[in-house]
Nanobody, 122 residues
Framework: QAQLVESGGGLVQPGGSLRLSCLASGSIFSINNMGWYRQAPGKQRELVATITSGGSTNYAESVKGRFAISRDNAKNTVYLQMNSLKPEDTAVYYC????????????????WGQGTQVTVSS
């Protein structure tokens, strides 16, 4: 019914920047919260940042002041601008969206992207 596809990951040196994008596509009726989570090897998946449909944001303490989440509702896309990257930011980054699809417009379901690797290393 719907899918989320991330792009923009890669290898970057410490102190560098990357911008992740996530496009929601399919038979979408509406999108509520969107966000980014990450999972490093041997660790649990953790929240990075979320954004409501109205633009209110929430960040993990570890990324405040360095990362910025935004969204373009007309394009069903959420972004994560990552600056001043550190080796501990290395992880697979997953896009998240709380979506309603046209087939069942009264039901909100969580969707996840396939993940994109971000590696911060010199």
């Amino acid at each position: 019914q719907a899918q989320l596809v991330e792009s923009g990951g890669g290898l970057v040196q410490p102190g560098g920047s990357l911008r992740l994008s996530c496009l929601a596509s399919g038979s979408i009726f509406s999108i509520n919260n969107m966000g980014w989570y990450r999972q490093a090897p041997g660790k649990q998946r953790e929240l990075v940042a979320t954004i409501t449909s109205g633009g209110s944001t929430n960040y993990a303490e570890s990324v405040k002041g360095r990362f910025a989440i935004s969204r373009d509702n007309a394009k069903n896309t959420v972004y994560l601008q990552m600056n001043s990257l550190k080796p501990e930011d290395t992880a697979v980054y997953y896009c998240y969206g709380a979506l309603r699809v046209r087939a069942v417009p009264t039901y909100t379901e969580d969707y996840w992207g396939q993940g994109t690797q971000v590696t911060v290393s010199s």
